[in-house]
């Protein structure tokens, strides 16, 4: 492997591990924003809350979901009650 390939994959690694790290401090930045009038900020809670599985967490979710009208967010929500529930028993 050449000098080039390997700076590649150097680089794509550093790439990877930053965008884990700026995905996973987006998530905790805005695990409280559920409610959020910004869909993205709605989008990490979810993501932050698929995460932490609790009876506590479904029920946060199952009201989210009697308020949330946007379709891709209310099937996220619904997978992830889906998933806790039987995760729960």
């Given at each position: ?49 698929n995460g932490h599985p609790s009876v506590e967490t479904v029920r946060l979710l199952r009201d989210y ?25």
């Amino acid at each position: 492997m050449g000098p080039r390939a390997r700076a590649a994959l150097v680089g794509l690694g550093i790439g990877a591990v930053l965008g884990l790290f700026l995905a996973q401090y987006s998530m905790d930045r805005h695990r409280e924003a559920l409610f959020s009038a910004q869909p993205l900020r709605r989008l990490s809670a979810l993501g932050y809350l698929n995460g932490h599985p609790s009876v506590e967490t479904v029920r946060l979710l199952r009201d989210y979901l009697s308020w949330e009208r946007h379709p891709m967010l209310r099937r996220r929500a619904e997978r992830i009650v889906r998933r806790m529930e039987a995760q729960l028993g």
